[in-house]
Nanobody, 121 residues
Framework: QVQLVESGGGLVQAGGSLRLSCVVS????????MAWYRQAPGKQRELVAT???????NYLDSVKGRFTISRDNAKNTVYLQMNSLKPEDTAVYYC???????????????WGQGTQVTVSS
């Protein structure tokens, strides 16, 4: 079994900062791309940021320059530093990781349970 556990969400005023963390644990052989998604009420889930095992990153245009994704491969952990938060960043943020549970199986996607981020104006 593989578990992804997020933490770090909360309520913050516009302009403030939050740092999300996601730890991947369980039966892990290798973790490849990791990502953060978010879903606001009444909207589809959208990809916020991705990071490869080698550290290459990509961002949603609306968060470029404000959010930074990083990872610690030794700890199987991914982070999302969110600065200059805006009310439109309010959403449930989900961690996603492509995990290989053994050498003989292919990578599969796993999801965390989500953490609420609320930005007040």
């Amino acid at each position: 079994q593989v578990q992804l556990v997020e933490s770090g969400g909360g309520l913050v005023q516009a302009g403030g900062s939050l740092r999300l963390s996601c730890v991947v644990s369980g039966s892990i052989f290798k973790v490849n791309p990791m990502a953060w998604y978010r879903q606001a009420p009444g909207k589809q889930r959208e990809l916020v940021a991705t990071i490869t095992r080698g550290g290459s990153t990509n961002y949603l245009d609306s968060v470029k320059g404000r959010f930074t994704i990083s990872r610690d491969n030794a700890k199987n952990t991914v982070y999302l530093q969110m600065n200059s938060l805006k009310p439109e960043d309010t959403a449930v943020y989900y961690c996603n990781a492509e995990v290989q549970t053994s050498y003989w199986v292919s990578f599969s996607p796993y999801w965390g349970q989500g953490t609420q981020v609320t930005v007040s104006s």
